[in-house]
C-alpha cells in the first residue's frame, strides 16, 4: 500500500458561525410592539405583503391583483371579460388591457422578474410574456411561450430563476 503525503501544512481555518442580526418571528413573538396607528390600510383580503424599499412602503395585494416591480404598477384578473388589466398604482388609471390571453378565466399569475410574467388558465395552459413598461407609461405584454401538457387546472404557481434552463 502506498502512503498519501500530508496535503496542508496547517490546520484548516475555524468556522466562522454567520451571525443572524435579524431575529425570527417565531422566536421572538413577545418583542413585537403595537403601532399607535396602522402600518397599512387595505378594505380587501390580503394574500401577499411586500416591501419596497425604494419606496419605503409595505404594499399589499388581494387574491387577484399582483405587484411587480419598480411597483408603480399593479396588475389585476378576474374580470368578466377573462382580461388581465395593469394600473398606476398611486391613482389607480388604467395603464394596459390584454383580452383573450386564455380560453376562459386566468386562476394564477407570477413575476418571475419585473420584465417577465407567468399565466395559467381555466384552459390549462402556462403562458410566459415579456412586460415591455417605464416609469409613467403604458404596458406592452409579449407572448413568448406557453406549455400545454397540463390534464387539469393550474391553482398555484412559483418561480425559481436558479433553476431554469
Partial sequence: GQTPHQVFNKPHPAREYMQCSTRRLDTSIFSLTS????????????????YAPKLDRLLCAS??????????KFLEWGYADNSIRFFFSDN??????????HTGQISCACFADSKTLITAGEDCVVSVYTVHTSVGKP???VPRSSVFGHKTLVTAMAVSKAFST
Wanted: overall charge neutral; glycine content about 2%; proline content about 10%.
Fill in 63 to 72: 387574491a387577484f391583483r399582483l405587484n411587480f416591480a419598480p411597483y408603480d
Fill in 35 to 50: 403601532l399607535p396607528r396602522p402600518l397599512l390600510e387595505s378594505h380587501e383580503r390580503v394574500s401577499s405583503l411586500i
Fill in 92 to 101: 389607480r388609471k388604467p395603464a394596459g388591457l390584454f383580452e383573450n390571453l
Fill in 139 to 141: 404596458v406592452e405584454l
